[in-house]
Nanobody, 116 residues
Framework: QVQLGESGGGLVQPGGSLRLSCVAS????????MGWYRQAPGKQRELVAV???????NYADSVKGRFTLSRDNAKNTVYLQMNSLKPEDTAVYYC??????????WGQGTQVTVFS
């Protein structure tokens, strides 16, 4: 059973930065994908960024050029560096990991609020 520990959310003004971290533990296998999703009030959960096989990283159009996903495979950790934050980035951010030969797992979510 994989467990995820997320951290790094908080309150920030527009134009500010935050860095989210997600540590995965308990997996026997390495991760074929690690990424971040978000869900704003009244909206569906959406992809923010995902790294697949440690080679390809895909970003939502709305965050391209502002957010950067990185992975530390030795630490089973995925990060999301968020710069130039906007009020529309306000959401609960969820870590998602998918080990090889297993189902995917979700973190508990961390709140990011961008306010003036």
């Amino acid at each position: 059973q994989v467990q995820l520990g997320e951290s790094g959310g908080g309150l920030v003004q527009p134009g500010g930065s935050l860095r989210l971290s997600c540590v995965a533990s308990g997996s026997t296998f390495s991760f074929k994908s690690m990424g971040w999703y978000r869900q704003a009030p009244g909206k569906q959960r959406e992809l923010v960024a995902v790294s697949t096989n440690g080679e390809t990283t895909n970003y939502a159009d709305s965050v391209k050029g502002r957010f950067t996903l990185s992975r530390d495979n030795a630490k089973n950790t995925v990060y999301l560096q968020m710069n130039s934050l906007k009020p529309e980035d306000t959401a609960v951010y969820y870590c998602n990991v998918h080990p090889f030969f297993d189902r995917d797992y979700w973190g508990q979510g961390t709140q990011v609020t961008v306010f003036s």
